[in-house]
């Protein structure tokens, strides 16, 4: 019982560190190559951690998932105009 219970406490602790980097790849942000690197390498420090979390839910710059809409939203409209 106790080995089981070290494996889930193992996989609830991994689930905790890589959330940056999960939150950041679910957001399809370009930059989340780069905050997984930064989630390894300093993910272990409270700052690099919060740093990684902070920089996968920022809201401004280039969100993939947000360029996607824009350009089915005008590719809806150029099709509307034509009909």
Do not use: C
Request: glycine content about 8%.
């Amino acid at each position: 019982m106790h080995v089981f219970m070290s494996y889930v406490l193992v996989a609830i602790g991994v689930g905790v560190y890589f959330t940056p980097s999960m939150i950041a790849r679910r957001r399809l942000k370009q930059e989340a190559a780069r905050v997984l690197l930064l989630n390894l390498i300093l993910g272990w420090t409270i700052a690099g951690w919060i740093g990684a979390l902070s920089w996968a839910t920022k809201s401004f710059g280039t969100d993939l998932r947000s360029a996607e809409n824009a350009a089915r939203l005008k590719r809806r409209s150029i099709e509307a105009e034509r009909n």
